[in-house]
């Protein structure tokens, strides 16, 4: 495995082996203690991989609990409060070639960097604990979390189609989607190769999705990515709602059920939340982009929402981690009490326009290194910049530019916002020239 396999806060890469999934597990076992709930995709090397994980687990002394393909959400779910850690096997929205795994702690948060530095030290210099202990399989963690859902939300009719991207999340077509909801479910039969297309809920894979919910005419529609953690919106026209949107009408809803509250979101989200969410009692906290960064100040400052510009949503009333399965509940809930449709409810919110462009590095070091340099140079011009994660500034005119290095892939970001679409494209093409 190379060592770039190893990221911010989760381990993912194309050449993941079984002997290493092996490693992975006794360096976890080395670093962490206590019983692990285990569980995986549908990719077709992740049953594989997951059983050299449990044997590294358990001969360095970690009781397993092996919880079989459920999607990321469940097996959180299972995590928290009643275990010590879990990990999940999976690629995530990558191709199917990919896969990794996601460790999470009981408190619901992604494991602290700390501890990850450990376990990557641990992999890599043969730093194993010996020990043996055993393995259980659970049949009941689907169920369950099932089970929290209708408790929670109850049945809402409300008339929708989901796309589960023949992905991990087709195990909950019947048991959630069907039943809790009025949904089309499409794309639900379970294939390693996610049927030629990557699970990744994005504009161009939403085709099927938008002719489901014209043709059925329903009030709306949901694309959920490959571990399900993930959840792409669309309205009852065809039209993509955004994370910066949906973010705010979550927020709004939250806001007002609780009377305020802290919202947390990372720097890629855009700058109206400030003023948004403050006419509803609340408060930002800016954070850096990535899942374990919006846990983690979720759980320490007992926010009650966080929200991604990807559409990961944390709904921290229950629990930090975030949950498409539960995003879709959570708008189903809205449309349903507000008598709204969901084109209704995005008109009520700001207009964001915000454009982004990704330049492509070799490796790496590569981009870190050029990260490193853009930087010092923004800085110059804009002392008064965030930078907790790159670089963000904003200008006279109210417009805003956000610069910084991907966790997960080799490139540099640049997001670009204004108040028409022309300045956000010409802002975003002068800071591309600039950086390329």
């Known amino acids: 495995m190379k060592d770039n396999i190893f990221l911010a806060y989760d381990i993912r890469g194309r050449d993941i082996s079984t002997h290493d999934s092996f490693l992975v597990g006794k360096a976890l076992g080395s670093v962490l203690t206590g019983t692990c709930v285990v569980g995986y995709d549908s990719r077709k090397t992740s049953p594989e991989l997951t059983e050299h994980l449990i044997e590294g687990l358990r001969t360095s002394g970690i009781k397993v609990i092996n919880i079989g393909l459920v999607p990321v959400p469940v097996c959180y779910y299972k995590v928290f409060k009643n275990y010590d850690f879990g990990v999940y096997v999976t690629g995530s929205h990558l191709p199917a070639d990919y896969n990794g795994f ?27 604990k010996s020990g043996m202990a055993g393995v259980s399989v659970d049949i009941t963690a689907l169920n369950d979390y099932s089970s929290f859902l ?5 049945k809402l009719p409300v008339k929708c189609v989901v796309d589960c991207f023949n992905a991990s999340t087709s195990v909950l077509s019947n048991r959630v989607f069907s039943n809790l909801l009025n949904a089309r479910v499409i794309n639900d039969e379970l294939l390693p190769d996610f049927g030629g297309r990557n699970p990744e809920p ?5 085709g099927g999705l938008r002719r489901e919910v014209l043709k059925t005419k329903s009030l ?29 009408l979550f927020a709004k809803n939250v806001l007002k059920r609780r009377g305020g509250g802290l919202i947390v979101v990372p720097v890629s989200i855009s700058s109206r939340i400030e003023s948004f969410v403050k006419e509803y009692g609340g408060r930002v906290l800016w954070c850096r982009v990535g899942h374990r960064f919006i846990e983690e100040e979720l759980f320490n400052n007992k926010g009650v929402l966080g929200g991604e510009f990807s ?3 944390y709904f921290n009333e229950y629990y930090p981690f975030s949950d498409g399965i539960m995003s879709t509940l959570m708008l189903a809930r809205m449309i349903h009490e507000s008598g709204k449709k969901l084109s209704e409810l995005v008109n009520e919110l700001p207009v964001i326009i915000v454009v982004k462009e990704e330049i492509e590095f070799p490796t790496h070091k590569a981009k870190n290194a050029a990260m490193k340099r853009i930087k010092h140079e923004l800085l110059k011009a804009h002392p008064n910049a ?3 994660d790159g670089v963000k500034f904003s200008l006279n005119d109210g417009s805003s530019v956000l610069v910084r290095a991907s966790e ?12 028409s679409k022309e300045k956000a494209k010409s802002l975003l093409k002068e800071y591309v020239s600039l950086i390329k």
């Open 102 to 128: 996601k460790i999470s702690l009981r408190n619901g948060v992604t494991i602290d960097e700390g501890r990850f530095l450990k376990v990557k030290e641990s992999f890599y210099k043969f730093k194993f």
């Open 386 to 388: 965030l930078t907790i």
């Open 202 to 206: 994005c504009e161009e894979n939403l």
């Open 311 to 313: 559409s990961h949503f």
């Open 220 to 248: 709306f529609g949901v694309g959920l990515d490959g571990d399900g953690d993930r959840s792409v919106f669309m309205d009852e026209k065809g039209v993509v709602i955004g994370g910066n949107l949906m973010t705010l």
């Open 408 to 419: 997960t892939r080799h490139t540099v970001k640049v997001y670009a916002e204004s108040g």
């Open 150 to 154: 209708e408790t929670t939300f109850g």
